[in-house]
Structures are given as C-alpha cells and as structure tokens.
C-alpha cells in the first residue's frame, strides 16, 4: 500500500463549479498535513496546510479525519487558473519528512 | 528573497554517463532536499541534509547516486553511471525551522537518459 494515496484524474470540470479532491495516508503516527499545487512543468508550491478543526483559505477548504485517514480538499467556484495538479503531502517523524502523493490533475475549462 | 537555485534546468546523457546537478537554497536555510519526480508521479525524497550533514539518504541508491553538502550551503546531486529508468526531474527544496514545516523547491532539472 502506498503511504499516500490519492485519484490521478484528471478532473475536467467547467468554470464556477466546486471540484473535490481526496487523500488517504497509511501512517497513524502522520503528524502534518498539507496540499501543495504544481503547474505543468513547474515545481510544486504550498497551497495550504491542513487542520484537525478544518481550514479555509478563500475558495479552498481543507478537511483532515484522523480516525479514517483521510484528507480532502475543496475547491468552489472554480477558476481556469486553478488548472493544475493538487499534491497530497504528509509529514512524518521528526525530520521534517515529507511524503507526497501521486497527485490530482485538476483541468476547468470554459 | 531570492528563491532556491538550480542548474542546469536540461540535460539529455546517454545511459553510462555520469551528470551533476547543483543547488542553491535559500539564504539562510539549514535544510537541503533532494527529490526525484519521475512523469505522473509525486516527488519522492532522494536525500535530506541538515546543515551538511545527512539527515535521511533511505531513498537515495547508493550504487550509483551521490550528494554533498560540503559547506552547509550549496549542494551537488551526481548520477554515476545514469540508466534508462533515471530520466527525470531533479527537484531541490530548502527550509527553515521557522517555516512551518513549508518546503520551497527550485525550479528543477530535467534529465533525460538515451
């Protein structure tokens, strides 16, 4: 079993519409969350962390479950420039490991 | 801030050859990764250096990848000899302990092995 697992996609979906992505880890001891977003042939870059209690940044909402594993984030109201692929990041141990997944292509067009 | 460096950004090799990469992270940051994305794949971490030294190398194959840190600043990543399954991008990152456990990556180095 991967430690990260996530759908590849891609996700085709039309503007202004609300798109979600969802990621399974395999660690128990996994003590931070986090989506990172990579453009095509670009280096990944930190979208936003992800908090037991939930978190939203503007039109993106992140949700983790411990108990399931399990991470997901939301995107609404979906813009072109949200094209691009959403990367499950988990951290493990304590030197700053971190674990990415597979990534979720994610394409909106008109 | 200047962001984290890297060159080349291309190399084409033939399978047998040896390549370099070289990294400059970001002023100031202790920690140096490595990272292999192979296409349609995540990043996988190669090597983990904290200042110079090696934090994690589980991932790194020894058989033929080496890396330094010799001044806790720069870093060389050196395949030697490449093989076909090696074509990929070359992803360096740094942080600081401040950061939130926040990576940031240079813009890679593509390789690809004939």
């Known amino acids: 079993r991967k430690e990260v697992e996530q759908d590849p996609g891609p996700f085709n979906v039309p503007e202004g519409a609300t798109v979600a992505f969802n990621c399974t880890y395999s660690n128990s001891a996994s003590q931070s969350f986090f989506w990172y977003r990579q453009d095509c042939r670009k280096e990944p870059k930190l979208l936003m962390s992800?908090?037991?209690s939930g978190n939203e940044d503007g039109r993106f909402t992140a949700q983790l479950n411990r108990a399931s594993q399990y991470i997901s984030l939301l995107i609404r109201d979906s813009k072109l420039s949200d094209s691009a692929t959403y990367l499950c990041v988990v951290l493990t141990g304590g030197g700053n490991k971190l674990t990415f997944g597979t990534g979720t292509q994610l394409k909106v067009e008109l | 801030e200047a962001g984290v460096a890297q060159s080349p950004r291309y190399k084409i090799i033939e399978k047998r050859q040896s390549v370099a990469f070289w990294c400059n992270p970001i002023s100031g940051h202790a920690t140096l990764y490595w990272y292999q994305q192979i296409l349609g794949q995540g990043p996988k971490l190669l090597i983990q250096f904290q200042n110079n030294g090696v934090v994690d190398d589980s991932q790194l194959p020894k058989d033929r990848f080496s890396a330094e840190r010799l001044k806790g600043v720069d870093s060389t990543l050196k395949i030697q000899p490449a093989k076909l399954e090696d074509s990929a991008v070359y992803l360096c990152?740094?942080?600081?302990?401040?950061?939130?456990?926040?990576?940031?990556f240079g813009p890679g180095t593509r390789l690809t092995v004939l």
């Open positions: 990152a740094s942080s600081s302990p401040q950061g939130r456990n926040e990576q940031f």
């Open positions: 992800v908090y037991s």
